[in-house]
DNA sequence: CTGAAAGCGCTTACAG
DNA sequence: CTGAAAGCGCTTACAG
């Protein structure tokens, strides 16, 4: 009662292995009458192809991993992220008829187990998402050959291909608008230290206060809502006279007009609010919220097209896509 | 340039392919010499097994496919069902020493490609999650003999082993406790038709107002919050002297009491309110909400017991786990 | 158009 | 304890 295999269902046939391969796999040089008895044959046995045999041959396994390196707590939270990008390049990927196989590796012990998985050749390509600073996959990844991506640029020292979004020109608009709306003291609630776009947006944040001789004023955050709150009364407590904030994303932002809300300032009145992101609540809070749109769709799309590229042996140079300004009411 | 195989490590190493392979997967009749002498190749090439040739001598993988079958939009959605499913999942797997294979199966399109990669023999066993109807999976699955089982009663006709909740006790204690506070008409607001824990939670409202002489109320969702604000204001124009609802997952239940809020109606003063699940959020309405307790990180937890035990050639009976009634304020 | 044969990279009885 | 050899289930030049 084992599964059958290709010498079975060519011997039921009465053809060779090779001809049943090729009529399994389209091949077009089959005379009709082969192929139908193959086809018979086929349907009667209900055979369907190892896999893994058939990879250990062509070299290729048609999957693409989607590996993103946070535990599933934050995965599946209020943040939109997640879903808009992995819905947006499993779309990508299956269009190009490649399998999706999505890992999270959100704990050590995952990290080394995904890590086991990916160089054991069970894909042909892997892509990055939510990369912290130490992550030690790229650096295994690219030692066995396997194609990589990342969404989002990877910390200094990993030479791996990617796709970002300007994050330090969106902070800086972001900033700059402040200013222009005559604010005065600018402060920010900065993403964790151990990711780049956050870093990114808090050096944007900064380059323009330097330029204009303001003091940073930094709480740190971890891109959820709650830590926004948190931040934002830390703010407050440090500088009750802070009359803007920026905010590296607009999940944060969220908490951080709560906690406005809650000392009794009003948005924009007392403080004006930008967030980052332009996720879709950011038109539904009171005031709508002024922010940096980022356009996630196509930078998952765009990182997939540079990992089926760089399977293609083509171009490894980085994108980065622009961010957009969206003014609301919030500032 | 290619990843060294098994064969060039014994060459440099001095020894057989057999000996590598013995100290790889750390068979422990190898010489301290040899093995020492085969671990400095391993290191200094860089060699990992190919797993794809492993499995096709072994006849397994070591993975295991979590299959949601849902679009990401919902399994990233605000219903915490997902990542508590997955995670609880996952670590079980994980402890057992599997590799968890997170795949998506939303669109038909999706599914075909799913089957497709289950049955070539990717994965040593199956978890299927969230299945509808018609889901033609578990027959696929099944008639390639790879071991499977649902996490909820599949529909009837398949002969898949599952783990569920009691959800036909579990809406008939809800229904009866409002009964018990004098409500007299009582609503509800059924899951999808194409769920069957959502028709057997209908079935239990059902059963027990029939045995009471009560009429049934019944509008239908599809398990958001959304959905269930619609099916109230459906359920408050059909029938505006209705003093109870039972609602079958907590998700429409804050859509709903939303709904109350917005007609005016007080909860539980003027229509009482029970869901279903007792997710996080149900503690924090406005009043808390009371609802039914479905145990959903045992009902992982067992799922992957079953799912382990029928690989190992265990018993394949149904695991029934029971639901409890939290009474809070809104009845 | 079709088949015999080699080979993908491993593991595992079987001798020794 | 170690190695030679068979074999897992496929695909793909190569002849014919």
Same mark, same amino acid.
């Given at each position: 009662?084992?599964? !059958?295999?290709?010498? %079975?269902?060519?011997?039921?046939?009465?053809?060779?292995?090779?001809?049943?391969?090729?009529?399994?796999?389209?091949?077009?040089?089959?005379?009709?009458?082969?192929?139908?008895?193959?086809? *018979?044959?086929?349907?009667?046995?209900? /055979?369907? !192809?190892?896999?893994?045999?058939?990879? =250990?041959?062509?070299?290729?396994?048609?999957?693409?991993?989607?590996?993103?390196?946070?535990?599933?707590?934050?995965?599946?939270?209020?943040?939109?992220?997640? %879903?808009?990008?992995?819905?947006?390049?499993?779309?990508?990927?299956?269009?190009?008829?490649?399998?999706?196989?999505?890992? =999270?590796?959100?704990?050590?012990?995952?990290?080394?187990?995904?890590?086991? /998985?990916?160089?054991?050749?069970?894909?042909?390509?892997?892509?990055?998402?939510?990369?912290?600073?130490?992550?030690?996959?790229? &650096? #295994?990844?690219?030692?066995?050959?396997?194609?990589?991506?990342?969404?989002? *640029?990877?910390?200094?020292?990993?030479?791996?291909?990617?796709?970002?979004?300007?994050?330090?020109?969106?902070?800086?608009?972001?900033?700059?608008?402040?200013?222009?709306?005559?604010?005065?003291?600018?402060?920010?609630?900065?993403? !964790?230290?151990?990711?780049?776009?956050?870093?990114?947006?808090?050096?944007? /944040?900064?380059?323009?206060? +330097?330029?204009?001789?303001?003091?940073?004023?930094?709480?740190? $955050?971890?891109?959820?809502?709650?830590? $926004?709150?948190?931040?934002?009364? +830390?703010?407050?407590?440090?500088?009750?006279?802070?009359?803007?904030?920026?905010?590296?994303?607009? =999940?944060?932002?969220?908490?951080?007009?709560? &906690?406005?809300? +809650?000392?009794?300032?009003?948005?924009?009145?007392?403080? #004006?609010?930008?967030?980052?992101?332009?996720?879709?609540? &950011?038109? /539904?809070?009171?005031?709508?919220?002024?922010?940096? *749109?980022?356009?996630?769709?196509?930078?998952?799309?765009?990182?997939?097209?540079?990992?089926? $590229?760089?399977?293609?042996?083509?171009?490894?140079?980085?994108?980065?896509?622009?961010?957009?300004?969206?003014? *609301?009411?919030?500032?």
């Amino acid at each position: 009662m084992k599964r !059958p295999t290709l010498e %079975a269902v060519a011997a039921r046939a009465g053809v060779s292995r090779a001809t049943v391969s090729r009529v399994v796999n389209g091949g077009t040089t089959v005379t009709p009458e082969l192929r139908d008895a193959v086809m *018979r044959a086929v349907d009667e046995m209900g /055979y369907v !192809p190892n896999l893994a045999a058939r990879s =250990l041959v062509t070299q290729r396994t048609d999957s693409i991993a989607l590996v993103v390196s946070e535990p599933p707590t934050r995965v599946f939270s209020d943040d939109p992220m997640f %879903a808009t990008v992995i819905r947006a390049a499993s779309s990508e990927l299956e269009e190009a008829d490649r399998q999706v196989i999505l890992m =999270l590796a959100g704990t050590p012990a995952g990290h080394a187990r995904v890590e086991r /998985y990916l160089t054991g050749g069970h894909v042909d390509g892997v892509m990055l998402v939510s990369m912290h600073g130490a992550d030690p996959l790229p &650096a #295994a990844i690219t030692r066995m050959r396997v194609p990589a991506v990342s969404l989002g *640029r990877p910390a200094v020292n990993v030479n791996l291909p990617y796709v970002d979004n300007d994050n330090v020109g969106g902070a800086e608009a972001a900033v700059r608008h402040l200013l222009e709306r005559g604010r005065r003291r600018i402060a920010t609630i900065a993403g !964790p230290p151990d990711m780049v776009g956050g870093q990114d947006r808090l050096a944007g /944040y900064r380059a323009v206060l +330097q330029g204009s001789d303001r003091r940073s004023i930094v709480a740190i $955050g971890d891109f959820t809502r709650e830590s $926004g709150l948190v931040a934002m009364r +830390q703010l407050l407590e440090d500088d009750p006279g802070l009359d803007a904030v920026f905010v590296a994303n607009d =999940l944060m932002a969220l908490g951080a007009m709560k &906690a406005l809300r +809650q000392a009794g300032r009003r948005v924009p009145d007392d403080v #004006a609010v930008v967030g980052f992101d332009d996720i879709e609540a &950011a038109r /539904y809070t009171e005031p709508p919220l002024t922010t940096i *749109r980022q356009p996630f769709r196509e930078q998952a799309a765009a990182t997939v097209r540079l990992l089926l $590229g760089i399977m293609d042996g083509g171009d490894v140079a980085p994108v980065v896509l622009p961010t957009e300004l969206i003014v *609301r009411e919030s500032a």
